[in-house]
């Protein structure tokens, strides 16, 4: 029989220290006075760690710039806890935008990275997002099904694009209407599969760009804060080697209400 575990990271869990982005200039160099700051574990075991990211910090590539991405600094942590650890790896299950904030899942060895790879693979690893859009989505829920691919009139490579079907990788976005605001329409969104920008792709296919989301188009929201208005707030994952099923979830971020704010507040 299995076990659900549940977790709800309520606010100050959610925002923790406030600080300045990590490319900030001025920002100190993550250490063992601070690391805790830098970097916000949520949950942690044997082998999954589960971090709750910051808008602004890359995943696991840091443009040449040392120590600023959170692999990087989960290997700060280790070498603090332990000196022992100082060439820990952290192995990547799961991916989150630089500029979208929340939940992102590691695994601590090679044998749980596969555990965890093929659920994913599977379809049995759940992330849920909240994300206010521009304009207004006109349904209150459906799925977004078409497949995705690099854009190839984008430079940089990062860029994806909706293309026809039976090209690309099949991709499928859920989503629900929150609430409808001015100009805006705060959603929750859920991902079917797990492709690289595929929430925003989708989303900008629809008319809908993400607050903030000048790569893929928004306009309306271009005055917004740095980063996007886009928050990985739900995961829920079976833990390797047991029955247990791990629900993370914590509560909207700071930089939602901001969007809604920034949304109302527009003529």
Same mark, same amino acid.
């Given at each position: 029989m299995k076990k659900i575990l549940f977790f709800l990271l309520l606010a100050p869990v959610l925002s923790g220290c406030v600080l300045k982005p990590l490319e900030s200039q001025d920002h100190p160099a993550a250490n063992c006075d601070n690391i805790d700051r830098a970097v916000n574990v949520v949950y942690e075991d044997d082998d999954v760690i589960v971090v709750n990211k910051k808008a602004g910090v890359p995943a696991f590539y840091s443009d040449g710039k040392k120590g600023e991405s959170v692999a990087e600094l989960l290997r700060v942590r280790a070498g603090c806890g332990n000196l022992s650890a100082e060439t820990q790896w952290f192995y =990547?299950?799961?991916? /989150?935008? =630089? #500029?979208?904030? #929340? /939940?992102? /899942?590691f695994a601590k060895n090679k044998k749980a990275q596969r555990f965890l790879l093929q659920q994913s693979r599977d379809g049995n690893i759940e992330k849920r997002y909240f994300a206010v859009v521009e304009g207004i989505v006109a349904k209150d829920g459906g799925v977004i099904n078409a497949p995705v691919d690099k854009d190839p009139a984008d430079k940089s490579g990062r860029k994806m694009k909706t293309v026809k079907k039976g090209t690309g990788q099949d991709a499928a976005t859920g989503y629900t209407v929150v609430r409808r605001l001015k100009n805006a329409t705060y959603l929750d969104v859920s991902e079917r599969t797990r492709r690289r920008h595929q929430v925003r792709a989708h989303l900008a296919s629809a008319g809908h760009p993400v607050f903030g989301d000048a790569m893929y188009g928004a306009t309306f929201s271009g005055g917004f804060s740095d980063g996007l208005a886009m928050q990985a707030y739900f995961l829920r994952f079976k833990r390797p080697f047991s029955n247990e099923i791990l629900e993370l979830q914590l509560t909207p971020a700071d930089r939602l209400a901001q969007a809604v704010d920034f949304a109302q507040g527009r003529p």
């Open positions: =990547r299950v799961d991916t /989150l935008d =630089r #500029g979208a904030q #929340g /939940l992102i /899942l």
